[in-house]
């Protein structure tokens, strides 16, 4: 063996046993000079020898007075031809996994796409012009070997990387989806444009099918797929006149994912930039500056809704493009519609990548490898794509930066914002944080001047903000036919679908929803399983658990006093619809909530017909808020204002104050004036009198009076803490212990609350509790919850987990 041997570190993911201390691993000889860091191998563990996953962190020589090899083991087999992370997201992974006490395989793994973690197939394709005998043994007859179908050994495997390296084999990679993803049918012409004009001429007069299709295949590119449902609803076509076609020759017809590409046959308009208005403007050179000057700056974009932040964003991003560098623009999930994903494409064609749950995984994959060989170099995507392995990045841009959603709440617990920053400094490039009701955490900082501040305060329009009316439900409801509606918003409706225009209503449904109750003794049917009632879902006629899934029948009889008389209490948003339905029966009512949009793609159907006008009502929960940019809305209505304010948080203000900012912005975005209703039981409450006033800044110096009174971030970091198991008494014990231990640690500035049952105690069988911890500085705590997470493995293996949350959305 000579001595000039490579070895390679390797973080390996074993469950239950993580360790962000990497193994040293023997490279074989024949994977000598091959490996990268970044690249996954598979590697023997433990005294089993068991095959394991990990990533190689670093590689090295072997020096040569270390002469004893055998204490290494060796890697069995190399999983990627190229390393799947790059140098900087190694980095990242890091800081990630030391920032949010993470252990460092899932930092890594978070920022692959999940196909890559699914199984997935190599295909080795021969692109030489000559088999050599060696090459003829490999690959036989065939040009293309399919590593599952093939039994590729890893010698051979080995041989045809080799082969790769003298660029006589490609390597490609399809994903075993193990989404079983739905196939509809799809054609493609098959002829000559002058072929179906002569067809076209031939076909008897009386064939009008036939002559439209034909006429449709003219105009269409034969090098492209089209979805047949699409074109046969267009024509008013049905399937089988698509068949017969097939059976003329005319195209072929084949089936197709649902979902793969589901922009690939959207013809986009192209659209150009429009002319900035001077807030814009300003905006704009501001960070395009900064592009240029490789500043690493962190800019809050404050602008009003519909005052053209997105607008902004496009022609930084084309800045920045010309520049030749890349872009990535964060939206939170549920805004990542077609309709705004169709306005990157627009600007920018092909070189947009998109990264979202709503493809499937073989897509995301195809998604990321045009990112990773810089095809792509605009990714607009949620979350997780603050990872995408872009080169040279010119502006990270984050849009409605206060959504909960940016911030993961499974290990690792990173907020995007947090790796958006870290990414800004490693690229020399500018962060856009934008929203028209900022974090308190980020206005903040804009007002200490660590981040630039960039206000647009007016409408594009040239409009006001609609007119926000607060109805006070003590009062109203008492001359109201109904519960839900008082009398004004009502009549607001009725009005308002008179005049064929468009009504969005929206339940709040934080922490509220339908149940059952006896009338006779209060007895409210909870879930077995966790210490919360069960909701009532009228389409099924179940009652259901939104924590567990556990799901039973109404009961007819009360389980504790046996009388018959259950009542269904609370505003289920099918309730509401049901009671619309009789209060102004001819209204079109389209409801969006969990239940209508759990089908893929069902949320987008919901509001393309919404916005086709085929329903006057859009009723909704919490979904409808975000992104809606529809001209035809002129009333916003929303019935229960409160339910959020008594939630025991203290962001619970905050949280409310966006809300109604944010659906009230979807009234009146093009010329014709917006209104809307707000029932409140707390008409006087500040968050909701101020999202009235449109005044974002009123209510910013208000809640900072109150957080400062009570010590809460964002003049306080923060952790919570918390345990949970099935058996309440370890998790009492292990929550004691460690809040005595953070007492030893911790200063006399630092606040702990708890330990404490957690909202709700009990979730599936499980009881958690918590400890927040608030804190300025605190030179022990780091190195505390470093151990405290090493050892909850340990913990772990009792059925005790324990989480360690920097910065949590909530406390409660
Ligand atoms: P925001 O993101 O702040 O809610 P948008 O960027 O969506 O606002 O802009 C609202 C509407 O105004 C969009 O329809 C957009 O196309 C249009 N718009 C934005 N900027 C301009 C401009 N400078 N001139 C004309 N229309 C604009
Ligand atoms: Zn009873
Ligand atoms: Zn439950």
């Known amino acids: 063996m000579s001595k000039n041997m490579q070895i390679a570190d390797v973080i390996v993911d074993v469950p239950t046993m993580q360790t962000n201390r990497p193994y040293t691993y023997l490279i074989p000889e024949q994977f000598q000079n091959d490996l990268e860091p970044g690249m996954r191998v598979s590697v023997p563990f433990g005294n089993g020898n068991r095959l394991i996953q990990g990533f190689i962190t670093k590689i090295d020589y072997v020096k040569n007075n270390d002469i004893n090899l055998e204490k290494y083991k060796e890697i069995q087999e190399i999983l990627d031809i190229e390393p799947t992370v790059n140098e900087e997201l190694l980095q990242l992974a890091d800081w990630m996994a030391k920032y949010t006490f993470a252990f460092k395989i899932k930092c890594l793994q978070v920022m692959l796409p999940s196909a890559l973690k699914a199984k997935y197939d190599r295909i080795f394709k021969f692109i030489g012009n000559d088999k050599t005998s060696a090459i003829q043994e490999i690959f036989g007859n065939d040009n293309e070997l399919v590593e599952s179908k093939h039994d590729l050994t890893p010698q051979k495997i080995q041989q045809l990387l080799n082969l790769r390296k003298k660029n006589l084999v490609e390597v490609s990679y399809i994903v075993k989806d193990k989404l079983t993803s739905k196939k509809v049918w799809a054609f493609r012409p098959i002829l000559e444009k002058d072929s179906y004009q002569e067809l076209s001429r031939k076909v008897s007069k009386n064939a009008n099918r036939q002559k439209l299709l034909l006429e449709l295949l003219q105009r269409l590119d034969s090098t492209k797929e089209y979805r047949q449902l699409e074109y046969a609803n267009k024509l008013n076509l049905s399937s089988v006149d698509f068949k017969n076609a097939e059976t003329k020759g005319w195209i072929s017809r084949f089936k197709v994912d649902e979902y793969r590409d589901p922009f690939a046959n959207i013809e986009i308009k192209r659209d150009e930039h429009k002319i900035l208005s001077k807030e814009q403007d300003e905006a704009f050179k501001s960070i395009s500056r900064d592009v240029n000057n490789h500043v690493n700056s962190v800019n809050l974009l404050q602008g009003v809704t519909g005052s053209g932040?997105?607008?902004?964003?496009?022609?930084?991003?084309?800045?920045?493009?010309?520049?030749?560098?890349?872009?990535?623009?964060?939206?939170?999930?549920?805004?990542?519609?077609?309709?705004?994903?169709?306005?990157?494409?627009?600007?920018?064609?092909?070189?947009?990548?998109?990264?979202?749950?709503?493809?499937?995984?073989?897509?995301?994959?195809?998604?990321?490898?045009?990112?990773?060989?810089?095809?792509?170099?605009?990714?607009?995507?949620?979350?997780?794509?603050?990872?995408?392995?872009?080169?040279?990045?010119?502006?990270?841009?984050?849009?409605?930066?206060?959504?909960?959603?940016?911030?993961?709440?499974?290990?690792?617990?990173?907020?995007?914002?947090?790796?958006?920053?870290?990414?800004?400094?490693?690229?020399?490039?500018?962060?856009?944080?934008?929203?028209?009701?900022?974090?308190?955490?980020?206005?903040?900082?804009?007002?200490?001047?660590?981040?630039?501040?960039?206000?647009?305060?007016?409408?594009?329009?040239?409009?006001?903000?609609?007119?926000?009316?607060?109805?006070?439900?003590?009062?109203?409801?008492?001359?109201?036919?109904?519960?839900?509606?008082?009398?004004?918003?009502?009549?607001?409706?009725?009005?308002?679908?008179?005049?064929?225009?468009?009504?969005?209503?929206?339940?709040?449904?934080?922490?509220?929803?339908?149940?059952?109750?006896?009338?006779?003794?209060?007895?409210?049917?909870?879930?077995?399983?966790?210490?919360?009632?069960?909701?009532?879902?009228?389409?099924?006629?179940?009652?259901?658990?939104?924590?567990?899934?556990?799901?039973?029948?109404?009961?007819?009889?009360?389980?504790?006093?046996?009388?018959?008389?259950?009542?269904?209490?609370?505003?289920?948003?099918?309730?509401?619809?049901?009671?619309?339905?009789?209060?102004?029966?001819?209204?079109?009512?389209?409801?969006?909530?969990?239940?209508?949009?759990?089908?893929?793609?069902?949320?987008?159907?919901?509001?393309?017909?919404?916005?086709?006008?085929?329903?006057?009502?859009?009723?909704?929960?919490?979904?409808?808020?975000?992104?809606?940019?529809?001209?035809?809305?002129?009333?916003?209505?929303?019935?229960?204002?409160?339910?959020?304010?008594?939630?025991?948080?203290?962001?619970?203000?905050?949280?409310?104050?966006?809300?109604?900012?944010?659906?009230?912005?979807?009234?009146?975005?093009?010329?014709?004036?917006?209104?809307?209703?707000?029932?409140?039981?707390?008409?006087?409450?500040?968050?909701?009198?101020?999202?009235?006033?449109?005044?974002?800044?009123?209510?910013?110096?208000?809640?900072?009076?109150?957080?400062?009174?009570?010590?809460?971030?964002?003049?306080?970091?923060?952790?919570?803490?918390?345990?949970?198991?099935?058996?309440?008494?370890?998790?009492?014990?292990?929550?004691?212990?460690?809040?005595?231990?953070?007492?030893?640690?911790?200063?006399?500035?630092?606040?702990?609350?708890?330990?404490?049952?957690?909202?709700?105690?009990?979730?599936?069988?499980?009881?958690?509790?918590?400890?927040?911890?608030?804190?300025?500085?605190?030179?022990?705590?780091?190195?505390?919850?470093?151990?405290?997470?090493?050892?909850?493995?340990k913990f772990e293996r009792n059925g005790e987990l324990i989480v360690i949350d920097r910065n949590p959305n909530r406390f409660e």
């Open 309 to 793: 932040k997105t607008e902004v964003y496009l022609q930084v991003i084309d800045n920045v493009l010309k520049k030749g560098q890349t872009a990535i623009m964060l939206v939170p999930e549920i805004s990542l519609t077609p309709q705004m994903i169709n306005r990157f494409k627009a600007r920018f064609g092909s070189n947009v990548a998109t990264l979202h749950s709503g493809l499937s995984n073989g897509e995301k994959l195809d998604e990321w490898r045009r990112i990773e060989k810089n095809e792509a170099k605009v990714v607009v995507g949620a979350r997780s794509a603050i990872f995408a392995p872009l080169k040279n990045i010119g502006v990270i841009i984050i849009d409605e930066e206060h959504e909960d959603s940016y911030k993961q709440e499974e290990m690792p617990r990173y907020d995007a914002k947090d790796v958006a920053i870290w990414r800004g400094k490693y690229h020399h490039c500018p962060v856009v944080l934008g929203s028209a009701t900022p974090s308190l955490e980020t206005r903040a900082r804009a007002q200490k001047g660590v981040y630039k501040w960039l206000k647009l305060t007016k409408r594009i329009n040239g409009k006001s903000l609609p007119k926000v009316h607060i109805i006070d439900m003590k009062e109203a409801y008492k001359d109201s036919p109904s519960p839900d509606f008082s009398i004004e918003l009502l009549n607001e409706i009725y009005q308002t679908i008179q005049r064929k225009e468009q009504v969005v209503l929206m339940l709040n449904r934080r922490g509220y929803s339908s149940f059952v109750m006896c009338r006779d003794c209060g007895n409210v049917v909870n879930c077995p399983n966790c210490d919360i009632s069960l909701t009532l879902h009228m389409d099924s006629r179940t009652l259901r658990c939104h924590y567990c899934g556990f799901e039973m029948s109404p009961p007819k009889v009360c389980s504790v006093c046996k009388s018959t008389k259950i009542r269904y209490y609370g505003t289920g948003t099918q309730k509401v619809e049901a009671e619309l339905k009789k209060l102004i029966p001819n209204a079109r009512i389209l409801r969006m909530d969990v239940d209508t949009t759990r089908k893929k793609g069902a949320h987008q159907k919901i509001l393309d017909e919404f916005g086709s006008q085929k329903a006057d009502i859009l009723l909704g929960t919490q979904m409808i808020a975000k992104g809606l940019d529809f001209p035809n809305i002129t009333l916003v209505g929303v019935l229960n204002a409160d339910t959020g304010l008594n939630f025991p948080d203290f962001r619970a203000s905050e949280k409310t104050f966006q809300l109604l900012t944010q659906v009230s912005g979807r009234a009146g975005r093009a010329d014709k004036d917006g209104n809307v209703f707000i029932q409140t039981f707390n008409p006087d409450h500040y968050a909701i009198n101020l999202a009235r006033k449109h005044s974002y800044e009123e209510f910013f110096y208000h809640e900072m009076k109150m957080r400062h009174m009570l010590n809460y971030p964002p003049y306080y970091y923060s952790y919570k803490i918390s345990v949970s198991a099935k058996n309440e008494e370890q998790v009492v014990k292990r929550i004691y212990k460690i809040g005595n231990e953070l007492k030893g640690i911790l200063s006399a500035q630092a606040q702990i609350l708890g330990p404490a049952p957690q909202g709700i105690t009990r979730i599936n069988n499980r009881y958690y509790y918590q400890i927040i911890i608030k804190y300025k500085k605190e030179e022990k705590l780091e190195e505390y919850l470093s151990k405290l997470l090493v050892s909850s493995q």
